[in-house]
T-cell receptor
Framework: NAGVTQTPKFQVLKTGQSMTLQCAQD?????MSWYRQDPGMGLRLIHY???????DQGEVPNGYNVSRSTTEDFPLRLLSAAPSQTSVYFC????????????FGPGTRLLVL | SQQGEEDPQALSIQEGENATMNCSYK?????LQWYRQNSGRGLVHLIL?????REKHSGRLRVTLDTSKKSSSLLITASRAADTASYFC???????????FGPGTRLSVLP
């Protein structure tokens, strides 16, 4: 199993550009989520999904969209990038029946100029 | 302020010593988890303690939970250089649908 994979590893955007951060897992996990990590702030939940076709907002959803058309994929879209979205983004997944342990991807480092 | 906050923010010890990190939180929880993050990597789950448990062990890790004080501690015994990482506590407010992470403790274990 590859586990949770994220692409790209690093991205530079200009203000106003849009992009999609990819997240995939091959463990048939039911629950997936997106976090951002900023210095001194820990991880903050952006959006999460409890299964294909179901998504919900976390603590900091503004400026981001998600969809969950398959169990494996959970892309995060930045609609119009802003410098405040400069951060490291982590995707995580949780197995069915074990919704208490999260498996994290390696992260995507995003710089918005 | 945040639900979970670790203390200290940074800790530097010698190899072989024990390292203790604390986590305080504000609201009722279902469970509390500790994660490790090596530099430039994702978080790795270490241990989970449920709200009705007081102490849990896993290898060189010992976690305690005091729900009356809304606090937890993570003890790493006989530390190794490979333990150098940031450690985060995460409180589970809604059975896996709402995790809140603290800002973390940066641990440096010197050889």
């Amino acid at each position: 199993n590859a586990g949770v994979t994220q692409t790209p590893k690093f991205q530079v955007l200009k203000t106003g550009q849009s992009m999609t951060l990819q997240c995939a897992q091959d463990m048939n996990h039911e629950y997936m989520s997106w976090y951002r990590q900023d210095p001194g702030m820990g991880l903050r939940l952006i959006h999460y999904s409890v299964g294909a076709g179901i998504t919900d907002q976390g603590e900091v959803p503004n400026g981001y969209n998600v969809s969950r058309s398959t169990t494996e994929d959970f892309p995060l879209r930045l609609l119009s990038a802003a410098p405040s979205q400069t951060s490291v983004y982590f995707c995580a997944s949780t197995p069915r029946g074990m919704r208490e342990t999260q498996y994290f991807g390696p992260g995507t480092r995003l710089l918005v100029l | 302020s945040q639900q979970g906050e670790e203390d200290p923010q940074a800790l530097s010890i010698q190899e072989g010593e024990n390292a203790t990190m604390n986590c305080s939180y504000k609201t009722s929880i279902n469970n509390l988890q500790w994660y490790r993050q090596n530099s430039g990597r994702g978080l790795v789950h270490l241990i989970l303690i449920r709200s009705n448990e007081r102490e849990k062990h896993s290898g060189r890790l010992r976690v305690t939970l005091d729900t009356s004080k809304k606090s937890s501690s993570l003890l790493i015994t006989a530390s190794r250089a490979a333990d150098t990482a940031s450690y985060f506590c995460a409180t589970d407010l809604n059975y896996g649908q709402n995790f809140v992470f603290g800002p973390g403790t940066r641990l440096s274990v010197l050889p």
